[in-house]
């Protein structure tokens, strides 16, 4: 039985491209989630294949592995980064950071193993390498500001009468 689902690990399963296969499920995102959900996975994803280029010999989807995404992981902590994903060589120095968040980094991951699951679902990979994966603690988000009484009430002055109301409700 395990024979016949290919679940021994010696059955050799046809080799796919990887770029290919994140064509193939960008396509399969555009038909079937929101727009925002494929436009973040875009990005995600060419930030993996960047790193795939830059830092790992990669080219086939089933050559990707738990340590594959860890590298990723520590890639991305690493690498300069730009607001707004941004290329940091054009944006002027004092905004290019070292590393992305770790918030921004589970969504990358996360987005990773909705293109392994729907591998195994296509029958591409017999499991996905990810699950394995747990989630950076997050420690270095922004911390909430709140508005001073003195800045509460510049804002209200600067406000027109549309938007005054508005601004006063909060």
């Given at each position: 039985?395990?024979?016949?689902r ?5 059955l ?34 060419a ?24 590298k990723?992981?520590?890639?991305r ?35 990773l193993?909705?293109?392994l ?30 508005l ?23």
């Open positions: 039985v395990k024979a016949e290919k679940q021994l690990g010696f050799d399963q046809k080799k796919i491209d990887l770029e290919a296969f994140i064509r193939e499920f960008l396509a399969y995102s555009q038909a079937n989630h929101r727009s925002a959900t494929t436009t973040r996975y875009k990005s995600a994803l930030n993996f294949m960047r790193f795939i280029r830059e830092e790992s010999q990669v080219k086939w989807l089933g050559d990707i592995t738990a340590d594959t995404i860890e990723f992981r520590i890639w902590k690493n690498v300069p980064v730009a607001p707004n994903g941004s290329n940091p060589t054009r944006v002027k120095p004092q905004f290019v950071k070292k590393g992305a968040r770790s918030y921004t980094v589970n969504l990358e991951v996360m987005t193993k909705a293109m699951n729907f591998a195994v679902k296509c029958g591409h990979l017999n499991s996905n390498p990810s699950m394995g994966i747990k989630q950076l603690k997050i420690e270095d988000s922004k911390k909430r500001r709140f001073t009484e003195t800045e509460c009430e510049r804002l209200l002055v600067a406000c027109d009468k549309e938007t005054y109301p508005v601004f006063f409700a909060l």
